[in-house]
């Protein structure tokens, strides 16, 4: 669409990128097993702004264990953003990536070098510049600028970022490509106890070589080369080391942000005799911390934000107590990431003070309005949503992705929304854009998930099914949920729900000519959204406004029906898979 412009471009500046390309390939030095944890670096937001360029491109990351060819944000995992509620997250997108690109409407692992930017977990609005995944798009050497304004009420805490273009997440995200945010907590916001741990982020990676090469294969892509592998076929590095240690002093409480940036396995959590206390998942506080928990259940994409005290050894002897994760006989054909994942090394004198005494209890002094507690009201809409159930194991609710214009459930703003779903035990569920409620505890007696835990992906191998609540708040736009096994998100398991004013609730796919028939949308033609078109977000952004101002009655949609889609919704359910369900 867009691309037809920077196509034109000019051949000079191509020529001239391309040789800034060949010297931008990094080496990214994966240190051997049981080096230190390394620190992320940081950028951090002053004076209520963060301005960030990011640049995907090859990577050679290279190391005792492996020596491998992927795409990377320049390092493994990316820089960690530091921002606070209340700040403007500015990101210019640049893709370093070379080669072609074409129509979009495949189900299957495809355009390994197209690209576009996804800030998981964030509560922010879905439409471009914000956090909109289904338009915006940075096409080989091409770029794409976001906008984000995080509210002044925003939950603190721990979310990630990844690039998000149907077709070629698994191989840009699962190849490297992440890296951590982290909303800061206010002053004043914590309890002194909590104020004074020391905080660190630990962003896991799970490289699968088996994986990628077969999303390579099938994307046409010559670019990612396993030369050297671990013995395994799973690499899993931890802020881009394998099996790294991590100091703690005997009896400090310290607060760990687990990211699960691996985007297949998920990771069930055991850490030996340290005591691990629940502090928030997916960047949201828990209401009863400290709740202790045996073990700690990540799906990928999912956060879980710990405070952890690991025993001194005998005689205040060195002791290393491991972090392994395991696997569950309820875990049948789900694909648990089993070993170790890294190692706490207590040694030191006894540390004394705040963060060494017993946990006290805390929650957040205020829950913005799109956490507060959705138990005690009627939910205004219901539908189900099923993962995974029936003849196509990437089916949602019945169908494939078919298109970003196809809209499978709609709900007013300002809404009170249940979702039932299911599939839950195979299929981590994850919604963009709004948070959702466990309205009950689930089957299984894990004190790891319980009723009113929020969360923005979800998976439970004892529970198939939640029934989950959220209110439609602050936003409007296209609702996008998706399984996030990004193998088979790439593969169609991927929806739109619609969320606007005027909209009813419904629960029946509609094509963007039926849903226009439906509901009094205003209809606003808008010129695409794409790469290189600052104008055409400039455009859009003030349309956005424009929309607000009548009341916030649409999200901008096209008056046409794309082409693209056509063929999504033509192509059969369940062809365009290239393996099989897993
Ligand atoms: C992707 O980009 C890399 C690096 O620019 C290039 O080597 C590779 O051939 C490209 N792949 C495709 C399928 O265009
Ligand atoms: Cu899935």
């Given at each position: 669409m867009v691309g037809k412009q920077s196509q034109n471009w000019c051949s000079v500046c191509l020529l001239l990128s391309l040789s800034v390309v060949v010297s931008a390939q990094r080496v990214v030095d994966i240190p051997a097993a049981n080096s230190p944890m390394r620190e992320i670096p940081v950028l951090k937001s002053g004076e209520g702004e963060l301005q960030v360029t990011l640049r995907l491109g090859a990577a050679r990351l290279q190391g005792p264990a492996v020596d491998v060819m992927t795409r990377s944000y320049g390092e493994v995992p990316g820089k960690t953003w530091m921002i606070r509620p209340g700040d403007r997250l500015s990101v210019l997108l640049k893709n370093d990536l070379e080669g072609s690109w074409g129509p979009d409407a495949v189900n299957d692992y495809h355009h390994p070098n197209t690209t576009n930017l996804h800030v998981h977990g964030l509560h922010v609005s879905p439409i471009a510049p914000s956090d909109d995944v289904l338009y915006t798009v940075a096409h080989p050497l091409g770029s794409a600028q976001y906008d984000y304004h995080i509210l002044g009420d925003h939950s603190p805490g721990t979310y990630w970022y990844h690039p998000h273009h149907h077709g070629s997440t698994l191989i840009q995200s699962a190849g490297g490509a992440a890296g951590a945010i982290v909303v800061q907590d206010p002053p004043g916001y914590l309890s002194p106890q909590l104020e004074a741990m020391v905080d660190q982020v630990f962003v896991v990676q799970d490289l699968i070589a088996s994986k990628l090469e077969l999303a390579a294969n099938v994307s046409h892509d010559h670019l990612f080369k396993a030369e050297r592998w671990s013995s395994q076929d799973e690499l899993l590095l931890v802020n881009g080391a394998p099996l790294p240690v991590v100091s703690a002093r005997p009896g400090e409480w310290q607060r760990w942000r687990l990211v699960?940036?691996?985007?297949?396995r998920y990771l069930n959590l055991g850490f030996g005799s340290c005591e691990v206390a629940l502090l928030a998942k997916d960047g949201v506080y828990i209401a009863d911390f400290p709740r202790f928990v045996p073990r700690v259940s990540i799906p990928p994409g999912g956060r879980a934000d710990l405070v952890v005290r690991c025993p001194a050894g005998p005689a205040g002897k060195v002791v290393e107590h491991s972090v392994t994760s395991f696997t569950r006989p309820a875990d049948k054909g789900i694909n648990t990431f089993v070993g170790k994942v890294f190692t706490v090394r207590v040694d030191g004198l006894q540390k004394e003070g705040a963060s060494s005494r017993d946990l006290q209890p805390w929650a957040p002094p205020m829950r913005p309005e799109y956490l507060r507690d959705t138990r005690a009201q009627e939910a205004q809409c219901s539908c189900s949503t099923s993962m995974g159930i029936g003849k196509n194991s990437k089916w949602i609710e019945g169908h494939l992705f078919s298109g970003p214009k196809s809209y499978m459930h709609r709900s007013p703003t300002n809404a009170l929304v249940e979702r039932n779903l299911s599939g839950l035990d195979k299929h981590p569920y994850h919604q963009h854009s709004w948070h959702f409620q466990l309205q009950e505890t689930p089957a299984g007696d894990d004190p790891y998930f319980k009723a009113g835990d929020w969360h923005d992906t979800y998976l439970n191998v004892q529970d198939s099914e939640a029934r989950v609540r959220f209110k439609t708040a602050d936003f409007y736009g296209p609702l996008v949920l998706h399984c996030h096994d990004v193998s088979h998100s790439d593969k169609g398991m991927i929806a739109v729900e619609y969320v606007g004013a005027n909209s009813d609730c419904g629960c029946d796919l509609l094509s963007q000519s039926e849903f226009l028939s439906r509901t009094a949308l205003q209809v606003v033609p808008v010129a695409p959204m794409g790469s290189d078109t600052l104008v055409a977000a400039a455009v859009v952004g003030l349309g956005a406004m424009l929309g607000l101002a009548v009341?916030?009655?649409?999200?901008l949609v096209r008056s046409w029906r794309d082409p693209e889609d056509m063929h999504y919704s033509a192509m059969a359910e369940g062809a365009g898979n290239s393996d099989s369900a897993q």
């Open positions: 699960m940036a691996g985007l297949s009341g916030g009655s649409a999200w």
